[in-house]
């Protein structure tokens, strides 16, 4: 078999199995844990899982406009009910079922245990008399008729409170039993979707869904639907996202092939310069998987961003192949140099490789095999597929010669003058961002429209929230019981709207043992009872349902969750009640926070254990600086290392300080140059940096090749006009997307690669040691 | 033979004519009625009490959907229903919901409301409805259709002369009892 039947033959070899893994075995996963070091807390990870899980994350807000009060309440519960039927949805609710069976039945059942108005003096006869009393009157009037069917069994009126203090402080008011927002113009709905907050596929789906069954439930009335939560708006973003991707793709790679085909004139090569790259990320996407399990989709991002050196490779080959010289000839002379490239970038990823947190080592490993396979493929099997006879037009002199040839010390001048002043305009300005709210594509007024449905409807924020940790189930519910006063202070004093309290149906069970100690016994009840009634109209014989549930509640099991299962406050309690390894939380969602310092003050003035305010803002923000900094960490180490890599293959410390040097500097000044537009630098940019860093040494590389090879300078030129040529064209397009997160990445890579190429133009040169005379 | 056949068939015919008192003659004459004021007394007969409570006021009625209840004694109380929202008043504290959400509360006030109106839409959509007497002394039975209805209200019976009500009984699954008169005080016709 000829050397080029092999390269095929084994580029289809791994091509095809790599292929077949990612067909049969490749699992994507979003699970953002993965972006956390893996010493993390069990309590981070708790708030990491709520952000992504809890119930706020999955609480869609629903708004229905454009038509009459009267159709919209119709289209309200039309589609109430569908979603209702529909698996996706946990709970949906319209308003119509303000309360609904299960949940009345169950606090009913338990009332004695959990109505937090058991008192001794609440079945005294004095107390008696009292409640009985009040029934009295209030049966005289319109409204205790609705009421009459619980006064045998409960004539203190136990059921009722509870479902007062259940009711939500802030409900939205209702037309014709669907709930509307205060102008009356639109229909709210709330539902909660099964997926979480983080399964954008699940959330996407969810939305279809809903979408779905509004288009059904509309028919043909002129009503609009908006719906907003945070899953839904990740999974919104994500596709815009992807639209704006696509479509810059599309234009990008016309431009790249226009230039390619100019520059080599055969579509075979084109296509061919694509080969590397893709083999690269192919395979380094299944070793990715094969040793992670799973390939995270933000490390598939990025690497395919990484991977972008990677195009470069073939053009460095191409470009500068003579006229006479067959390809693997012209690679021969190219191979060291290429591959030094391929080598200091895997030696940065092996930094990568290093870090603490899963998701920076996934795209260390996913880097490192994508330019090693990239590399392989350009040495091994590329040179046999360019057709023999091929070669580029000789790079003209008088196109690609420099017009002047300043003094080194003028080049070293403007080079210093260059950083120094992209340094000095970033004065003041901060260097960081770690809010990744602020690469939302969405526009601002979906964030807008959330909060006002949000206050509208009266669910709980996303940012803030309660957090109570206690050794054991009864700890935790026993401090959080004891949140309540300070939680009532906050309502009062207006830093909150209201909050949601799962003690308040699920109390702890020393609580409930209190409260049934308070019970009288069956004698006493009668007899306090018989005393209460004397004077009052009341039948006696009317209420032994109530004597019979007092008598019951005094012997009854404590409740738990088995008790609410199948209703709406069971659901809530899943969601609010949650073992975290041996440990236990309760999650205290807020409502309408108005201000936040002193809410929280209220609440850590009440020293409650193992309670704690949290902001999951600040928390997702801790953890990414916490990220961006490890990420920075390693990306310092693999600097290190790609010197390392350098002074070895170029066996001079002065030669890999003359290639590293214009990186640094190239690196330096576009971050400079992006905070002096007035863009803190986040975690994506920083992977574009790494890109530029990458990219940049290759220049500088091929650069001093060239050099010390004797090539004429035109061909180097012009090599290095091709290859960063592609990448404007790629990262250029990139940059005037409508999305923040690729116009960063794009606008990142673009200003890098000018700079590498001026400075690496600049830089080497003025270090070289004047010619010694022969 | 025929003619006597046939003489049978006409008084036959004749004499279900003149008793014939039918849900859309009482409806559409009831439908005639804009709006009308009467006093009411309402007494109820609760298993929990030992002595019934009477309540005495006014009930007004503007159609289409709108009632008052003006209570006088045992203390006073305003009760004004529109559309589904049911608000109550008294000195004491001000209450507010919507019917919609409470099937057995709106079968109540439906029972009174569109009997007043003539509605035999919304009567016949909520209850088995069954009439007999005459235009001049007519009862209505209401029998709830809507199973969760049923478990709590037994029927609701309405009494009537002419395009006024007389009286309404509404008996309850607790065997509770709500009896209510009318009496005229004022009446503008259409």
Known sequence: MTARGRAALGWLVVVGAALTWVAMRLSVNADFAAFLPSATTGQQRFL????????????????????????????????????????????????????????????????????????????????????????????????????????????????????????????????????????????????ETRAPGSDLDGQAE????????????????????????????????????????????????????????????????????????????????????????????????????????????????????????????????LAATLAMAVLTTAAAAVALLLADFPGLAQ???????????????????????????????????????????PSPGARLALAAILVAGLLALTSGKPWWDDDLANMNPLPTELKQRDRELRAALGAPEVRYMLLVEGATREDALASAERLRPALE??????????????????????????????LPDDARLRANFAEAVSGLPVRVAAFEPFFAAVERARVALPVDASNLAGTALGLKLDGLLRPDGARWHVVVPLVSVASAGDARKTMEQAGVAGAQWVDLQATSRDMMSAFRANALRAFGLGALLILGVLAAGLRSARAAARVALPVTAAVVATAAAIVALGQPLTVFHLVALMLVGGIGTNYALFLARGAAAGDPPATTARSLAVVGGTTLCAFGTLATSQTPVLRTIGLTVALGVVLCLALSALLPAALRQPPRPA | MRAVRLLACLVLWS????????????????????????????????????????????LQYVRPDRLEMHVFTPF?????????????????????????????????????????????????????????????????????????????????????????????????RQDDRIVITFKPVSRSGP
């Open chain 1, 489 to 518: 202070r906050a309502v009062t004093s207006q830093a909150l709207g209201g909050f949601e309290l799962v003690t308040d149906y699920l109390p702890s069970q020393a609580t409930q043992r209190r409260r049934q100690a308070v």
């Open chain 1, 48 to 191: 990491v899982s709520e952000l992504q899980e809890g119930v706020a994350s999955r609480l869609l807000l629903i708004e229905l406009s454009g038509d009459t009060a009267e159709r919209l309440a119709d289209v309200s519960r039309t589609l109430a009910g569908k979603l209702g039927a529909d698996g996706r949805f946990r709970y949906v609710n319209n308003g119509d079922a303000d309360f609904g069976r299960g949940d009345f039945d169950a606090l009913r059942a338990h009332r004695y245990q959990l109505s937090d108005a058991i008192a001794p003096e609440r079945f005294t006869a004095d107390g008696l008399r009292t409640a009985l009393a009040a029934r009295v009157r209030s049966l005289s009037g319109g409204a205790g008729l609705f009421e009459k069917t619980l006064l045998p069994e409960d004539p203190t009126g136990e059921t009722l409170h509870l479902v007062d203090r259940l009711t939500p402080a802030t409900e939205p008011r209702r037309v014709q039993g669907a709930w509307f927002d205060p102008s009356g113009a639109r229909a709210l709905l709330l539902a």
């Open chain 1, 363 to 405: 795209l260390g490993l996913l880097t490192m095999i994508g330019v090693l396979g990239a590399g392989i493929v350009t040495a091994w099997v590329l040179p046999f597929w360019v057709p023999r006879g091929w070669h580029p037009v000789p790079a003209r002199a008088s196109v690609w010669a420099w017009r002047s040839t």
């Open chain 2, 76 to 172: 006073p109380e305003t009760m004004e229903v529109v559309g589904s929202r049911v608000r109550i008043e008294s000195s004491e504290q001000r209450r507010e919901w919507d019917l919609a959400g409470r099937p057995v509360a709106l079968a109540w006030i439906e029972g009174i409301r569109a009997s007043l109106a003539g509605d035999a839409a919304t009567l016949t959509r909520l209850f088995g409805v069954a009439l007999g007497g005459t235009s001049a002394s007519w009862q209505l039975v209401l029998e709830p259709r809507d199973p969760r209805v049923a478990a709590a209200l037994r029927r609701v019976e309405v009494r009537g002369r002419q395009a006024q009500l007389t009286a309404i009984e509404i008996l309850d």
């Open chain 1, 206 to 333: 969810a939305i279809a869904a809903l979408e779905r069954a509004f288009a059904a439930a509309k028919g043909d009335r002129d009503v609009q639907l908006r719906y907003s939560s945070p899953g839904a708006m990740a999974a919104q973003s994500r596709t815009l996202i992807a639209a704006d991707a696509s479509r810059l793709a599309l234009v990008s790679t016309a431009l790249i092939v226009a230039l390619l085909g100019f520059v080599y004139r055969s579509p075979i090569l084109v296509l061919l310069c694509a080969l590397p790259a893709l083999t690269g990320l192919l395979v380094g996407v299944v070793a990715v998987d094969v040793a992670f399990g799973a390939v995270h989709a933000i490390t598939l991002g990025f690497g395919a961003t990484l991977l972008g050196e990677a195009v470069d490779y073939p053009g460095y080959l191409l470009t500068q192949m003579r006229g006479d010289e067959p390809a693997p000839a012209a690679l021969a002379r």
């Open chain 2, 15 to 58: 004499s279900t004519a003149a008793a014939e008192f039918d849900l859309p003659q009482l409806m559409a004459m009831l439908a005639q009625v804009e709006r009308s004021t009467v006093a009411f007394e309402e007494t109820r007969y609760l298993a929990i009490l030992a002595t019934p409570v009477v309540r005495r006021g006014t």
